[in-house]
């Protein structure tokens, strides 16, 4: 691995927790789903709530050491910014670039959110995009504005860091997000 300067090392967050689970989360539930989803020796992956990118590197360096022709796209999210920065150092550190496309809180680049929302919420109740005007009505789902694009794109969506410690609506937006961002027979 090559060195990095410690300006850009120094946002590398710690998980002991995430080091401590990658190995059987990979092993056990993973590595029988993610390598069956590779389709024409291509794997596009949507990472919600990647936190500090430990599962992502170990994920991707797992598939990498199983078939290094896998063409991998993988797009992390995460809301929180030292997050992000995290997990950007890590990719960097890790020789990965070329596969893990820079974190955002959106797939394409808007700081902030996540891929299907932000969570931000006006007094109607309709998701308000903390980056733009755009509105966003929860109620007939409409995809943030550039996201057309990644409609059924995606062959796996992957979220562990969420679900354990969110409410039960972001569960359900996060099965809404699967549903738009899957291709069909995606996991």
């Known amino acids: 691995m090559p060195s990095l300067p410690e300006s ?14 990658k190995g059987p989360i990979w092993d056990i ?3 029988p789903i993610v390598l069956p989803a590779v389709t024409n020796g291509k794997l596009k992956v949507l990472e919600l709530a ?5 599962h992502t590197q170990h ?3 797992s598939i ?10 993988w797009h992390p999210s995460d809301p929180d910014p030292a997050s992000r920065a995290s997990l950007n150092a890590r990719a960097k550190l890790a020789v990965m670039e070329k596969y893990i496309l820079p974190a955002n809180g959106w797939v394409v680049g808007v700081e902030g959110g996540t891929a299907c929302s932000d969570g931000a919420r006006d ?11 755009t509105v966003h009505d929860g109620a007939d789902n409409d995809v943030v504005s550039g996201m057309e694009k990644y409609s059924g794109y ?6 562990i860091n969420m679900i354990h410690i969110a409410p039960w609506e972001a569960t359900v937006g996060l099965m809404e997000c699967a549903a738009k961002f ?4 995606g996991m």
């Open 64 to 73: 990498l050491d199983d078939d290094k022709n896998i063409d991998i796209e």
């Open 123 to 133: 007094t109607d109740g309709k998701t308000v995009s903390s980056t733009s005007s």
């Open 8 to 21: 850009e090392t120094s946002v590398i967050i710690e998980s002991p927790g995430a080091e401590k689970n």
């Open 182 to 185: 899957l291709r069909k027979g």
């Open 50 to 54: 990647a936190g500090s990118g430990v």
């Open 59 to 61: 994920f991707l360096s």
């Open 154 to 159: 995606f062959d796996l969506v992957l979220c």
């Open 29 to 31: 539930v993973l590595k």
